[in-house]
Antibody, heavy 123, light 111 residues
């Protein structure tokens, strides 16, 4: 069974940094592209970033403007999201999500989701 | 403002059929990119419901069906059940934004 377990969320002050982690199990992690999707309180879903199976291709939502960095360690079956210069509007539940393919493709869908880790940016 | 537009809410009585629309544009649905649908219960993570316009993952009842025409995709739920009460999101790719986009979500209420 596919399992994605996020960690690393918490309360951080504006301008601060945080690193989210996602530990994957139940499937061959190195053969899937992975993503981060977030959901602000009471709001809809927002795609954040995608990385292909070999870390060769990485994509970010324009709204992030270089503040976030996605990475993965296939040897540790783990996905990461480094978040810098955090703002109040980054407050959200952050989900680790598996894509349907190894490559990051326009037609990909998000077939497995973790339970999420909450990030709150506030002073 | 979401790139894909969904009605904020829909409702129906048990046993009825409801549809949820997802309206896009020429840079996403109208460009031929596939549409996928997710179901989210309160306090839980979304789950894939329909992929590539009209395909269901194993375990999803055939009461759920998807379709797409032009710039509009739709999710139909037949034989409504109380357990279908949830939020539903459509998702596609947008070439102008070079990224994956979601609809704003639709809350389904079973009367």
């Amino acid at each position: 069974e596919v399992e994605l377990v996020e960690s690393g969320g918490g309360l951080v002050e504006p301008g601060g940094s945080l690193r989210l982690s996602c530990e994957a199990s139940g499937f061959t992690f190195r053969t899937y592209s992975m993503n981060w999707v977030r959901q602000a309180p009471g709001k809809g879903l927002e795609w954040v970033s995608s990385i292909d199976s070999s870390s060769s291709y990485i994509y970010y939502a324009d709204s992030l403007k270089g503040r976030f960095t996605i990475s993965r360690d296939n040897a540790k079956n783990s996905l990461y999201l480094h978040m810098n210069s955090l703002r109040a509007e980054d407050t959200a539940m952050y989900y680790c999500v598996r894509s349907s393919r190894a490559v990051v493709a326009a037609g990909n869908w998000f077939d497995s989701w973790g339970q999420g880790t909450q990030v709150t940016v506030s002073s | 403002q979401s790139v894909l537009t969904q009605p904020p809410s829909v409702s129906g009585a048990p046993g009825q059929r409801v549809t949820i629309s997802c309206t896009g544009s020429s840079s996403n649905i109208g460009a031929g990119y596939a549409v996928h649908w997710y179901q989210q219960f309160p306090g839980t993570a979304p789950q894939l419901l329909v992929y590539e316009n009209n395909n269901r993952p194993s375990g999803v009842p055939d009461r759920f069906s998807g379709s797409k025409s032009g710039t509009i995709a739709s999710l139909a739920i037949a034989g409504l059940q109380a357990e279908d009460e949830a939020d539903y999101y459509c998702q596609s790719f947008d070439s102008s934004l070079s990224g994956w986009v979601f609809g704003g979500g639709t809350k389904l209420t079973v009367l």
